[in-house]
Nanobody, 123 residues
Framework: QVQLVESGGGLVQAGGSLRLSCAAS????????MAWFRQAPGKEREFAAT????????YYADSVKGRFTISRDNAKNTVYLQMNSLKPEDTAVYYC????????????????WGQGTQVTVSS
């Protein structure tokens, strides 16, 4: 089994930056596609970013493209989400996920999930 634990969330002012981390344990995730999703209060969970097993193929939602960067360190079994130029509308719980389909953007395509970390952006 794979356990995913997110960290790095918090409160930040608009225009600021945060770096989220997702540490995997129990089994290596080096062969998995990894992704970040987010869920704002009262809204559906939505896709943010994904990358393939080697990290050289990334894909972003239009809402975060150019501001967020997803990366991974397979030696550390960790995935990151660097978030810059944050906006109040980025406020959400951010979830890390692992799956077998590179480029997948639907939550149903991912089999392992973390518990989430809260990101709050104040205006």
């Amino acid at each position: 089994q794979v356990q995913l634990v997110e960290s790095g969330g918090g409160l930040v002012q608009a225009g600021g930056s945060l770096r989220l981390s997702c540490a995997a344990s129990g089994r290596t995730v080096s062969s998995y596609a990894m992704a970040w999703f987010r869920q704002a209060p009262g809204k559906e969970r939505e896709f943010a970013a994904t990358l393939n097993w080697s990290g050289d193929n990334t894909y972003y939602a239009d809402s975060v493209k150019g501001r967020f960067t997803i990366s991974r360190d397979n030696a550390k079994n960790t995935v990151y989400l660097q978030m810059n130029s944050l906006k109040p509308e980025d406020t959400a719980v951010y979830y890390c996920a692992a799956g077998l389909m590179p480029g997948a953007t639907m939550s149903s395509d991912y089999v392992h999930w973390g518990q989430g970390t809260q990101v709050t952006v104040s205006s």
